[in-house]
């Protein structure tokens, strides 16, 4: 069992920086792979960024590319998303996810979600 509680969000002009935190209850967190999605309303939720288990492979949404960049610390049980230069259709509820599956970029994919973080970008 993984708890995930996500922090970070906020309302930033455009142009400026967020840096989202995912705080991972359980001892294995360093065995799942973590990522970021994100919904904005009347949206489906979209994948944003990944982490494999092993760090060594990360993948971004084109959009977000040169742009975002996820990262973990196994040694605090976290997953950060360091977002730069934000534009306002960043906007949205973000999400952090586990999972053990290597369909990186498929929702269902993932077992374990956060409760979302909101940022709110504006213009």
């Known amino acids: 069992q993984v708890q995930l509680v996500e922090s970070g969000g906020g309302l930033v002009q455009a142009g400026g920086s967020l840096r989202l935190s995912c705080a991972a209850s359980?001892?294995?967190?360093?065995?799942?792979?973590m990522a970021w999605f994100r919904q904005a309303p009347g949206k489906e939720r979209e994948f944003v960024a990944v982490?494999?288990?092993?760090?060594?492979?990360?993948y971004y949404l084109d959009a977000v590319k040169g742009r975002f960049t996820i990262s973990r610390d196994n040694a605090k049980n976290t997953v950060y998303l360091q977002m730069n230069s934000l534009k306002p259709e960043d906007a949205a509820v973000y999400y952090c996810?586990?999972?053990?599956?290597?369909?990186?970029?498929?929702?269902?994919?993932?077992?374990?979600w956060g409760q979302g973080t909101q940022v709110t970008v504006s213009s």
């Open positions: 982490n494999s288990w092993t760090g060594g492979s990360t």
């Open positions: 996810a586990a999972t053990i599956s290597r369909s990186y970029y498929v929702t269902s994919a993932y077992r374990y």
């Open positions: 359980g001892r294995t967190f360093s065995s799942y792979t």
